[in-house]
T-cell receptor, first 111, second 116 residues
Framework: AQKVTQAQTEISVVEKEDVTLDCVYETRDTTYYLFWYKQPPSGELVFLIRRNSFDEQNEISGRYSWNFQKSTSSFNFTITASQVVDSAVYFCALYDYKLSFGAGTTVTVRA | NAGVTQTPKFQVLKTGQSMTLQCAQDMNHNSMYWYRQDPGMGLRLIYY???????DKGEVPNGYNVSRLNKREFSLRLESAAPSQTSVYFCASSEAGQGWGTDTQYFGPGTRLTVL
């Protein structure tokens, strides 16, 4: 069974629209870590954020924000006022006893 | 700081050929990892090294071997390449020394390998 599910395969928006990426995870552990990584067209993986299971405080960093809800096992990611440079594949990942990645969501921002 | 570097960036092999992918990090990290990325499957762990001198299998180790040459370098070897090993390979490192994964992993730029 998938431990990390990113139900959205592709999202296409026009610049300045907001984009929300869904991530649902599955684990039996009470201590775990969640990550978001960005993979731009150039191919490298860029770390965006890490949260631990005891910290449900949502976070905003510039145009990025994250919504962590243990009750629904979700760790969603929003890009506000999207820009063309946000076009990338975004991966959600879970560490419980190993690091598991979701399949990724491809975001295309059109000018 | 270069972070995590990988060589080569691209490689084409014929079935049965061997090759070694090189990875080095300059962040003084203890743990290093090799992943492969295939379309629609995210990243899957091949091998990891929690600390210098130790290596362990990940999710998809068959057909690969690794060497943790020193604290900085972690190489991945394909002894007899197969078309199923066509993929993008990523090396990563993290500060953790005991286990792995709880701290943040930083990735190299990747190696795109095609096996004909």
């Amino acid at each position: 069974a998938q431990k990390v599910t990113q139900a959205q395969t592709e999202i296409s928006v026009v610049e300045k629209e907001d984009v929300t990426l869904d991530c649902v995870y599955e684990t039996r552990d009470t201590t775990y870590y969640l990550f978001w990584y960005k993979q731009p067209p150039s191919g490298e993986l860029v770390f965006l954020i890490r949260r631990n299971s005891f910290d449900e405080q949502n976070e905003i960093s510039g145009r990025y924000s994250w919504n962590f809800q243990k009750s629904t096992s979700s760790f969603n990611f929003t890009i506000t006022a999207s820009q063309v440079v946000d076009s990338a594949v975004y991966f959600c990942a879970l560490y419980d006893y190993k690091l598991s990645f979701g399949a990724g969501t491809t975001v295309t921002v059109r000018a | 700081n270069a972070g995590v570097t990988q060589t080569p960036k691209f490689q084409v092999l014929k079935t049965g050929q061997s090759m070694t992918l090189q990875c080095a990090q300059d962040m003084n990290h203890n743990s290093m990892y090799w992943y492969r990325q295939d379309p629609g499957m995210g990243l899957r762990l091949i091998y990891y090294s929690a600390s210098e001198g130790t290596t362990d299998k990940g999710e998809v180790p068959n057909g690969y071997n690794v060497s943790r040459l020193n604290k900085r370098e972690f190489s991945l070897r394909l002894e007899s390449a197969a078309p199923s090993q066509t993929s993008v390979y990523f090396c990563a490192s993290s500060e953790a020394g005991q286990g792995w994964g709880t701290d943040t992993q930083y990735f190299g730029p990747g190696t795109r390998l095609t096996v004909l």
